[in-house]
């Protein structure tokens, strides 16, 4: 009998160790957990913490998971990345059948949380890694939702608002199981509705069109009214329709309005629990008193927004929007050094998400490429072989086509340049150097300045210019004042009120004009080096001229000696 006891207590210690699936009673302490995030998310982490130290393996995976998910609506996310990729590989190292419905809910629950922690940190890069590398542990409505989203921050309003759109109408209206409430169902598509909606008012920056904000607003307020009757978190619910309505009408341009809505943030107090919301309500107040020349309120709101960013770190497209009003306030209030400063920041931070993007837009060119393989291989391998190989080939033909199109097309747009450069270079023959801009653009002065400090600044600047001492690799800031008898803040001033371009900026002009007058007229120096030529002009190697030949010309050094060779 001992003997039996002892064998049955190991049978069942194994199980509850091992089991591919939960009992009962843990499913409904789950579905709790998963309810008090929301409602109670103290009591919810604690009650995660004692199941994520159960004997159950399966059980203990939950909890684990439901801990970095508090983490992560506290919006400490690297924390709650470092929670969720142990615990993946806890999870994959595990007992549990790789193939079982179980292990591929878990991998997908965590890789679903990773994806929105680097999407809101704007890393959409490693997103977009994570999805790919974890793609067949993703149910398909749930990877459309998250590409689609990516389509959205990288400018494809259509493809990805598409995207957004199938997922809601593919996802399942699940049944309710065990512990399951149907209001936690209903918040499941509130949230996609509020996730076009939002897509929806991005692009109606790029197209201006007003019936995309009235898309948005009608998806905020079905969104809005699934969880108003179930009278679920009626306070916390009204304040986000308030908060996005207002945001359409600020796109709009109706500020009066836009305040008014967002000022009904007294009403909400609910929203002080959640710092994200906060800042949201906080920069689109900043916007509006920006836009309604209150400039001390916007610059209130605005310092309160990049406090709190620092917590949370969300969103590196409204920090620059904060930045850039804080730079034009301070211009307005005559306070040039912090309006340099924030520029400064507006700059840096326009630098770091165009990289950013720079790599995700290349992964998304090559992922949808690779769809459109995976879908014809898919097709090769049905048994209607004769249509099959007529649909390879036409979808190969556009690929090609498309191909061929695209490269011509970017072809006829570097010759469109290099003629443009040619002519603009001949007419700088005729005038005063210093009048070529490679992207003609008309100066609207802004001076706070004294206008015969102007003067004497233009007319110092123009005989350092017939000097070409812009090619001295000295050629700096304080250098420049020095030449000028002036100090560095007047010459900064003086740059970004009047001439409205930064003294990098206005450098790099001024070496590029001189490369391509060079090469243009002198068919010797097309023989140097790019390294050779980078010095002539002040860089110390070729990287840092070939970068800022493309951010000037939107050509290489290379393609513009060749069209020049070829041109002779």
Do not use: W
Not at 187 to 205: C, H, P, S, T, V
Not at 426 to 432: N, R
Not at 437 to 448: A, M, Y
Not at 506 to 520: A, D, G
């Amino acid at each position: 009998m001992h003997k039996f006891s002892l064998t049955f207590i190991l049978l069942l210690y194994i199980h509850l160790t091992f089991s591919q699936e939960l009992n009962e009673s843990e499913i409904k302490r789950t579905r709790i957990i998963q309810e008090q995030l929301i409602s109670n998310p103290e009591k919810a982490y604690t009650e995660a913490l004692e199941i994520s130290n159960s004997t159950n393996e399966l059980f203990r995976f939950y909890g684990k998971y439901y801990v970095a998910n508090y983490f992560y609506n506290k919006s400490e996310f690297t924390y709650s990345k470092k929670l969720l990729i142990v615990l993946i590989d806890s999870i994959e190292k595990s007992k549990l059948d790789k193939s079982s419905k179980v292990y591929q809910d878990l991998i997908g629950m965590c890789v679903n949380k990773l994806f929105y922690i680097h999407k809101n940190l704007g890393e959409y890069d490693l997103a977009l890694f994570y999805l790919d590398k974890y793609k067949n542990a993703v149910q398909k409505n749930r990877f459309n939702e998250q590409y689609g989203l990516i389509k959205v921050a990288m400018g494809d309003y259509i493809n990805g608002i598409a995207l957004l759109k199938r997922e809601l109408k593919t996802t399942p209206h699940l049944k309710l199981g065990v512990g399951e409430k149907k209001v936690m169902n209903k918040k499941l598509f509130a949230d996609k509705y509020n996730i076009i909606g939002e897509a929806y008012q991005k692009y109606y920056l790029q197209s201006k069109k007003k019936v995309l904000l009235d898309s948005a607003d009608y998806h905020f307020n079905v969104a809005a009214n699934m969880m108003l009757q179930d009278n679920f978190q009626p306070e916390y619910t009204k304040a986000l329709l308030s908060m996005r309505e207002a945001k359409s009408a600020a796109l709009a341009g109706n500020y009066d309005k836009s305040l008014s809505l967002y000022r009904k943030r007294k009403s909400y107090p609910a929203i002080n629990d959640n710092i994200r919301t906060v800042q949201l309500f906080d920069l689109g107040m900043a916007d509006c008193f920006h836009h309604l020349k209150q400039v001390d309120s916007a610059l209130y709101y605005c310092n309160k927004y990049i406090e709190s960013y620092q917590i949370t770190k969300v969103s590196k497209e409204n920090l620059l929007m904060a930045y850039n009003i804080m730079t034009q306030c301070y211009n307005e209030k005559k306070d040039s050094k912090n309006a340099y400063r924030y520029a400064q920041k507006s700059l840096e931070l326009i630098q770091s998400i165009e990289g950013i993007k720079s790599k995700s837009l290349n992964f998304l060119h090559n992922y949808d490429l690779n769809i459109i393989k995976e879908e014809s291989n898919n097709i090769i391998a049905s048994k209607n072989y004769f249509k099959i190989s007529l649909f390879s080939i036409l979808i190969i033909l556009i690929v090609v086509v498309l191909s061929f199109y695209y490269y011509h097309k970017k072809q006829k747009e570097k010759h469109y340049r290099f003629l443009k450069i040619i002519q603009s270079l001949k007419e700088s023959q005729v005038s005063d150097a210093d009048d070529l801009q490679i992207s003609k653009t008309e100066i609207q002065p802004k001076q706070t300045i004294d206008e015969e400090l102007i003067e004497k600044i233009a007319l110092g600047l123009k005989k350092l210019e017939q000097k070409e001492t812009f090619l001295d690799p000295n050629f700096k800031l304080a250098f420049v004042a020095k030449k000028l008898n002036t100090n560095t803040a007047y010459l900064s001033q003086y740059f970004n009120q009047v001439m409205q371009k930064t003294f990098s900026e206005y450098t790099q002009e001024l070496r590029i004009h001189y490369v391509l007058q060079k090469l243009k007229d002198a068919p010797y120096f097309r023989k140097y080096t790019l390294q050779a030529i980078a010095e002539e002009v002040g860089y110390k190697d070729a990287n840092t001229l070939v970068r800022v030949f493309k951010k000037q010309t939107g050509l290489s050094p290379n393609y513009f000696i060749e069209q020049l060779e070829s041109t002779n």
